[in-house]
């Protein structure tokens, strides 16, 4: 398995509050993603990088801000959590940097979060 | 990227072989078949993907026709480990790419 670490693995939440999940990769992947996962709609890309510094919007970004100031951590904010923001959240990655023709997609283990 | 088709459940008895069926009739020439599989509350996995050529690995073997418009997943000898929902997913080569998953099969087990 890709070594691809999430945290927290669970957090419960109240609504207003900011939350920050982080996604750390040992494997010098690229590019980075930010997903969530609902009953009803498979997974939506939040966010995604492409590089240090380097991020661009998904399709559900409103309320979602990101980071990334090094390879290996990608972080995830919710500036004021919102009971719609009750999800689970994947991290991805892909992508080497000398090729960049590796495409696969490596999912982490997920955060578990609940705004209450 | 191409829409893809699957069943939405399958069984397979435990040891037998599992043959997942997907059909992308839309599929594009520089366009790659994935599968992954997710396990219940578990982030998805990554099992195998083509372009036009069949291809095994330790997991799975990925069967694909010759006009590329439908391919099986073939788990060799299914465990209750490998109790999941199964994914296929097409997708173009380059950069970044979102990957979009459909509902998938859910393929159960029995002992």
């Known amino acids: 398995d890709a070594g691809i670490t999430q945290s927290p693995r669970h957090k419960v939440t109240e609504t207003g509050t900011p939350v920050t999940l982080r996604c750390h990769q040992t494997?010098?992947?690229?590019?980075m993603y930010w997903y969530r996962q609902d009953p009803g709609h498979g997974l939506r890309l939040i966010h995604y990088?492409?590089?240090?510094?380097?991020?661009d919007k998904g399709e559900v970004s409103d309320g979602y801000s990101v980071s990334r100031s090094k390879t290996e951590d990608f972080l995830l904010t919710l500036e004021s959590a919102t009971s719609s923001q009750t999800s689970v959240y994947f991290c991805?990655?892909?992508?080497?940097?000398?090729?960049?023709?590796?495409?696969?997609?490596?999912f982490g283990p997920g955060t578990r979060l609940l705004v209450l | 990227d191409a829409k893809t088709t699957q069943p939405p459940s399958m069984d397979c008895a435990e040891g037998r072989a599992a043959n997942l069926p997907c059909n992308h009739s839309?599929?594009?020439?520089?366009?790659?078949v994935y599968w992954y599989r997710q396990i219940h509350s578990q982030g998805p996995q990554y099992i195998i993907h083509?372009?036009?050529n069949n291809e095994t690995n330790e997991m799975a073997s990925l069967i694909i026709t010759e006009d590329r418009k439908s391919s099986t997943l073939i788990l060799p000898h299914a465990t209750l480990r490998d109790t999941a929902v199964y994914y296929c997913?097409?997708?173009?080569?380059?950069?970044?790419?979102?990957?979009?998953f459909g509902t998938g099969t859910k393929l159960q087990v029995i002992p």
């Open positions: 991805a990655i892909s992508g080497g940097w000398a090729s960049g023709r590796e495409e696969t997609q490596y």
């Open positions: 997913i097409v997708r173009a080569s380059g950069g970044y790419q979102k990957v979009t």
């Open positions: 494997e010098n992947h690229r590019y």
């Open positions: 990088s492409y590089g240090v510094k380097d991020t």
């Open positions: 083509g372009l036009k």
């Open positions: 839309t599929i594009s020439g520089n366009e790659y």
